[in-house]
Structures are given as C-alpha cells and as structure tokens.
C-alpha cells in the first residue's frame, strides 16, 4: 500500500461521505463524552435510545450528578455493563465540576484522567468535539486499516499510529469516521461486502467476497 493508493482510497470515501460524523447522539462536548463512556462494548443504536431520554432529563455534569448513581442506573439499564458505567460518568462528572469548572478539557491527559476514559474514548472526544486530528481505532477500524492493508498492525496502538503518520494530512480529520463506518456497514468482520465497495479495486485484502 503506498501513498498514492491511500490517497486514492480516501479521496473516495471523502465524495461518497463529505461530512461524516459520529452516529451517537449528542449537542455538547459534555454530551458526547457521557455517550462514548456508554458506548463501550454497546451499539450507537443502544445508547442513543437510552441518551434520548436522560439528556432531556440531565445533560450537565451537575444535573447527572444529582441524579446519583441509583438515579443515572434507571436511564441506562438497557445497555452491557451500566453499573459499572453509571459508577464512572458519575465520579467524572464529580472531577469535571471540581477540577474543569464543569467542562470537558480538551487535552488527551485530562481526558484519560476520567474514570472510564480510555484512550480510544480521549481520540473520539478530541477529534468529534475539539476538531483534533485524532485516530480512535477500534475494532471495525482496526480490521479494516488491516484487511485494506492501508494501515496494518498488530495491536490497536500500533495501528493508531501507523494511520496518523500514514493517511495524507487532507484526510486525517475526517479518516476516523470513514473508517469506523466503512467497517460497520461494507467492510463486515464476517462477511465484507466486497462486491458493492466503492475501493474493492484498491484494497489488497486477498480473500475477497463477490
């Protein structure tokens, strides 16, 4: 895979796609923060659904707060792991109104600072709500920089930093959308949908679908 390749594949994805964004549900950085912690091994689907009815209910760091653990439980019971999440947004939302003046920062350590922010959830953050030119891989990004052979890697660091140093500059604000949707909805962890794929002619994954 060289430059030219990559630029090609991008450049694809940019005309089919000219403003991606996340699929979860959000109006502020605060917003965006809760439904990526959420996310984690759940469906965008699922925590908009569950998003849907507890911003209108509580969407600052306060307004949760005081809902108390108990209280932020019964808006997200439908999604994997909500005790656990509900233990995290709510200590997060603790620091950001006593170390942030109840905003989100907008640097990468005060992000992984957050209980229940990883680095993933930091790059998703930095880059949708601070426009930084941040690389979240996971899983459906890290099969496809791997199965396109535009970024391969043995470990989700390693492919994250291959991308940012590989993907022509033009494209790298917007590549971490393209990619997580190109790997949710064309390119299939069990079936890739290689027939109606707009750069099946640039991938070098050899095992192709028709």
Known sequence: MNKEKRTQIFSRLRDADPNPTTELNYTSPFELLVAVILSAQATDVGVNKATDKLYPAANTPEAILALGVDGLKEYIKTIGLFNAKAENVIKTCRILIEKHNSIVPDSREDLEALPGVGRKTANVVLNTAFKQPTMAVDTHIFRVSNRTG?????????????????IPKEFLMDAHHWLILHGRYVCKARKPQCGSCIIEDLCEYKQKTS
Not at 150 to 166: F, H, N, S, T
């Open 150 to 166: 535009i970024a391969p890697g043995k470990d989700v660091l390693e492919v994250e930093k291959r991308l940012v140093r590989l």
